[in-house]
């Protein structure tokens, strides 16, 4: 066997039917992202201290985990400043790329089930400001229908005490599974509605 034919063998079958399990998760220790693309430590922890490896970042055929340690040293302790209830929506970086393989591949379950009044607990090193300051970041979030006042962005460590975790549909290192696109033409439809009369002529004619 030749070095290129495990390398196809690693990516072949990797479109999934339907959409990826979600979880109801208790007790989530979240540490935030504070250096962006540089910080290894963000993540999300259950109460061990142990790495939920389902929404942790990994690249490469084989894949690897990407930056993300598997353990981490703080805990969910009863003494963390605490959030009842939320939806995770995975990291926002200002990288249109990362964008959709690290938020959007998460936020498919907010876009297809999501109600307005659901909390949405993001990883960024930016704020709230700075994201809605970037206009493809505030339209897709719109075109998504996430509002401004749904997103939390904690800058230290909290624990969630009851988190929707939705799992990966699209990922860098070679696996995606349908609802991603279902998602994403939901999304873009939205995104046409809400377009110039010569923006949705010039989208017809591509």
Known sequence: MSISD???EGIEN????????????RNILYVPNFGGGGDNSFGLYDETGRQLLSNAHFH??????????????LMASKSRPR?????????????YGHFITECFNILWYYILYGKKNDKILFHSNLSVEEIYEKTWMRDF???????????????????????VVPGQAFSEDGFVYEVYALACQKVG????????????WGVLFL
């Open 141 to 163: 979030l719109n075109y998504a229908g996430v509002e401004k006042e749904q997103i939390i962005i904690s800058k230290y460590p909290v624990v969630v005490e009851n988190l």
């Open 60 to 73: 490469g055929i084989p894949s690897i985990l990407k930056t993300q340690p598997l353990l981490t040293t």
């Open 189 to 200: 439809a939205t995104a046409i509605r809400h377009a110039s009369p010569s923006s949705r």
């Open 14 to 25: 990797s479109v999934f039917p339907g959409e990826p399990e979600v979880f109801l998760r």
């Open 83 to 95: 959030i009842g209830h939320a939806i995770y929506g995975g990291a926002i970086g200002n990288h």
């Open 6 to 8: 495990i390398e196809c």
